[in-house]
């Protein structure tokens, strides 16, 4: 079990560019979340996966983001035409379908626009 | 819409004292309650996860309690130390099957003092 991964672990781009950020659960969970973290916050929940199927989007998911999972394994989310309101850390999490759902997190992600 | 309340933002204990965190939420349907703890720039530790039924959960040094009807929590340290300084998280998941994501607090910043 080598825990829930992310990469980058940084990201510094500048207003206007694209950017992707991979995450990597634990291998025998089918449940997969990305979260949003600004300065000072909690995680706001972003969007979550149950194998390959994107099963629900927060409202906080603007037409800029998107997230995949193919093949139900690893996830990317992606944001296109950043803005300096996207800096935040974006945090991976992910959990086993079975009555206690705990949630395991990653490392997360840094962005800073620029 | 479930909102969740960390009291105090911030607290300052010396070495080896007992503490409590607290930790409110507005919708009593909860399924689970988990305790986090975010040290600075990095990602979410889970420590503890209480199921709607159960009332307690320890673990070493921490227990957390549950009381569902009056949508509160308690994060209990006993004999603090240096190495427990960081920030504090609770999160609340529904009980609706398939909405497990998480709803979270602001936080509570600890500091133990040597």
């Known amino acids: 079990d080598t825990g829930v991964s992310q990469d980058p672990r940084h990201k510094i781009t500048k207003r206007g560019q694209n950017v992707t950020f991979r995450c990597d659960p634990i291998?025998?969970?089918?449940?997969l979340y990305w979260y949003r973290q600004t300065l000072g916050q909690g995680p706001e929940f972003l969007t979550y996966?149950?194998?390959?199927?994107?099963?629900?989007k927060s409202r906080l998911l603007s037409d800029r983001f998107s997230a995949e999972r193919p093949k139900g394994s690893f996830s990317t989310l992606e944001i296109q035409r950043t803005e300096q309101g996207d800096s935040a850390m974006y945090l991976c999490?992910?959990?086993?379908?079975?009555?206690?759902?705990?949630?395991?997190f990653g490392p997360g992600t840094r962005l800073t626009v620029t | 819409k479930q909102e969740v309340t960390q009291i105090p933002a911030a607290l300052s204990v010396p070495e080896g004292e007992n503490l409590v965190l607290n930790c409110s939420f507005t919708?009593?349907?909860?399924?689970?309650l988990q305790w986090f703890r975010q040290d600075p720039g990095k990602g979410l530790t889970s420590l503890l996860l209480?199921?709607?039924?159960?009332r307690e959960q320890t673990s070493g040094r921490l227990n957390a309690s549950l009381d569902k009807s009056s949508g509160r929590s308690t994060l209990y340290i006993a004999a603090s130390q240096p190495g427990d300084s960081a920030t504090y998280l609770c999160?609340?998941?529904?009980?609706?099957?398939?909405?497990?994501?998480?709803?979270f607090g602001t936080g509570t910043r600890l500091t133990i003092i040597p």
């Open positions: 919708d009593s349907a909860i399924y689970n």
């Open positions: 999490a992910s959990s086993l379908s079975i009555l206690v759902y705990e949630q395991y």
């Open positions: 209480i199921q709607s039924s159960q």
């Open positions: 996966f149950q194998n390959e199927a994107q099963l629900e």
């Open positions: 291998s025998e969970h089918n449940r």
């Open positions: 999160a609340v998941s529904l009980s609706n099957f398939g909405n497990e994501k998480l709803t």
